[in-house]
Structures are given as structure tokens and as C-alpha cells.
């Protein structure tokens, strides 16, 4: 019933224990996981457990800051590999600019090498953006990534952005921050939103929601950020539970 649309299970952190938090979700209800890479260990790591685990698929990319060293091979590499069946999306890939790791040109170029690739392959996007609502929206409209659509993870931005990524295709990804007492923007932005562009997600191990906040985040708590959803829109979680499968069903193409 349930889907974790970003989750890193392919973090250190899991790797002794990777079916047991798998079995632990499904006990609740989540029966699909996208696993999100962010580098190439991590994103050939995350094609190795989508291909063991059937409920699990993959999405291979650079993180902005994780693009120092990045060589043109590493490129191929991506292009190639994620042409693989389990292979839903391309990403994390985007802008972050709170940490100051890499130049916001060598983040530019990235960037829009992985649009290229994704629209090669026609396979969406999951865009990362930190400090940089403005110009990611720009740059996914320069590049014309609508062509292939994808979800801004963990959205942080404003309400009023929401539709502008909207029109270029982009549905909005809403975590465990949604829960915190003291959040007010994912609030407003669940409680605005065309139903048919949300997806639920964790970011596990990170962003662990309310009453959990601080902790290590699981995709078993997914179910903790679907009723908050719902209850910002006046509606059933198995109702919103069911938006948000269909959704990811048309993004994805599982």
C-alpha cells in the first residue's frame, strides 16, 4: 500500500541488516522502495539490492557535492548502467549550495550531464536542491527536462513554487519534515497541492519525522508520513496512501 520513493538502503548504516529493515517496513504496509544512489559506489549499490530484492528499485546518479572528482568515464558508466530494467530514475542530482564542497560550476555541468543522460534514456529525474530553488527551476526549464519529468526530493521550498515545477513536470517529494511541530512550509505545501503530483518518502536513514526526530530514520515510518498528509487534507491515509502509489506508478513506470 504504501511506497518510499527515496531511501538510501544502500547506506553503511544498513548493510548488516539491509532484509531486516526491508521485512520490518512490509510488516507495515510499504511494498516498494526506489533506492537512491548519490555516487558511484552508492548507485552501483543500489542497482546490486534492486536487482536482489524484487520490491526494490534503483535510481543511479551524482549528488552535487559528491562531483569533485567525477571523470567522463564515470558518465558512461552511468548512461550504460542505468539503462537496467530495475533502473527507474536518474539522481540525486542538482544544487546544493550549503555545503561548499564543490564550485557552482562544476555542480552546473552535472547537472545538466545527468538531464542529458536522463533524457537519452528517458528515464525521470530525482532532483536534489538546497539553497537553489530559483535556479534549479530555471535550469530544468533551460534544459527542457519535462521531457522526461521527475520528483524534487525532499521539497523545501514554498507553496507558491509548487506549480511552477509542477508545469515542468516535476512532482513534489515530502519526508519526515512534514511531521515536525514546528514546520510550517511542507505543511502548507501538502495542504495546497494538486494531489496528483505528491510522493511520500524518507530519505532514510536521515530526516527521521516526529516522534522520532534526531534518530535514525527507516522506511518503516513511512506510514507516519502518509497520515500526516492526510490529515493536512481532511482525508483517509489508505486514500492517500493510494494517490500517492498511483502517482509514483506513472512516474516510474513500475
Not at 557552482?104 to 545527468?114: D, H, N, T
Not at 526530493?153 to 519534515?177: C, R, T
Not at 532514510?204 to 519525522?209: C, D, E, G, I, R
Request: with cysteine; glycine share 6%; hydrophobic share 40%.
Amino acid at each position: 500500500m504504501y511506497i518510499d520513493t527515496h531511501v538510501h538502503l544502500n547506506d553503511a548504516r544498513f548493510n548488516d541488516r539491509l532484509k531486516e529493515v526491508i521485512e520490518e517496513a512490509k510488516k507495515v504496509g510499504v511494498s516498494r522502495f526506489v533506492c537512491v544512489g548519490y555516487n558511484l559506489k552508492t548507485s552501483a549499490d543500489a542497482l546490486k539490492i534492486a536487482i536482489e530484492y524484487p520490491q526494490v528499485y534503483a535510481s543511479l546518479g551524482f549528488h552535487p557535492t559528491e562531483i569533485k572528482d567525477i571523470k567522463e568515464e564515470d558518465y558512461l558508466w552511468l548512461e550504460e548502467r542505468a539503462k537496467h530494467e530495475k533502473v527507474v530514475a536518474i539522481g540525486e542530482c542538482g544544487f546544493d549550495f550549503h555545503w561548499q564542497t564543490t564550485t557552482k560550476e562544476e555542480q552546473y555541468e552535472a547537472f545538466i550531464r545527468q538531464i542529458a543522460i536522463a533524457k537519452k534514456i528517458n528515464k525521470p529525474l530525482i532532483i536534489h536542491c538546497r539553497d537553489a530553488m530559483q535556479l534549479t527551476l530555471d535550469v530544468l526549464n533551460n534544459q527542457k527536462a519535462r521531457e522526461v519529468g521527475g520528483v524534487m526530493h525532499a521539497y523545501s521550498g514554498s507553496k507558491e513554487m509548487v506549480p511552477l515545477f509542477i508545469k515542468e513536470n516535476f512532482m513534489i517529494g515530502i519526508g519526515g519534515p512534514v511531521t515536525f511541530l514546528n514546520a510550517k512550509a511542507p505543511k502548507e505545501v501538502v495542504a495546497n497541492i494538486d494531489l496528483n503530483y505528491l510522493l511520500s518518502e524518507t530519505d532514510a536513514p536521515y530526516l527521521a519525522p516526529h516522534p522520532f526526530r534526531g534518530k535514525e530514520n527507516r522506511p518503516e515510518f513511512i506510514p507516519l508520513i502518509v497520515a500526516k498528509m492526510a490529515e493536512l487534507r481532511g482525508m483517509d491515509p489508505t486514500t492517500m496512501a493510494t494517490i500517492i502509489m498511483d502517482n509514483a506508478r506513472k512516474l516510474f513506470k513500475f
